[in-house]
Every structure is written in C-alpha cells, then in structure tokens.
C-alpha cells in the first residue's frame, strides 16, 4: 500500500490536475456572479419603477391641490420625471 501512496504522491499530473480543478471553480464562481447580478439587476429596476411610480402620482395629485404653489410643484415634477425617464415621457406629455 505504501508503494501506491508513494506514486500518487509522486505523480506529474498535479499540477494540471490543480490548474483544471481551480479553473473549474472560477468558473463556477463567475456563473454564480452572472446569475447575482442579474437577479440585483432585476431588483434595482423593480424598486425603480416603483419610486417612479409613487413620484408620478404624488406628483398628479399636486395638480389636484388647491394651492397655486402646489400645483407648479406638480408641474415641475412631472417635468422632471419626463427628463429622467423616457418611457414616462408619453403618459406626461
């Protein structure tokens, strides 16, 4: 039995067998990011669209206001969001 201890320890395919082993964890490891970032991507549009959203209908309901300055408000809002979002350009405008 010591004489196979003797050539697996001796044995020249380690260093390959370290490499492709290490490779394979790299790139397990950038698959798993792939799908995080993705995921994070997906989150971050979400909450977007939804702090868009809310922004939108606080601003439409300053144009309901009675209050002269609240109402530019609302106008100034809605500009706004037409500026920094171009699929809200359409219901704005």
Do not use: C
Not at 51 to 66: M, P, Q, Y
Not at 70 to 75: L, P
Not at 82 to 91: D, F, L, N, T
């Amino acid at each position: 039995m010591s004489q196979h201890a003797g050539k697996v320890a001796k044995w020249d395919g380690w260093t390959t067998f370290g490499a492709i082993v290490t490779a394979i964890g790299v790139l397990a490891g950038l698959y798993f990011t792939n799908h995080s970032l993705q995921a994070t991507t997906a989150q971050n549009d979400a909450t977007r669209r939804v702090a868009l959203t809310d922004e939108f209908n606080k601003a439409v309901a300053a144009l309901d206001s009675a209050g002269v300055n609240s109402r530019v408000a609302g106008i100034f809002s809605l500009e706004q969001i037409a500026i920094g979002s171009p699929q809200m350009r359409s219901p704005i405008f």
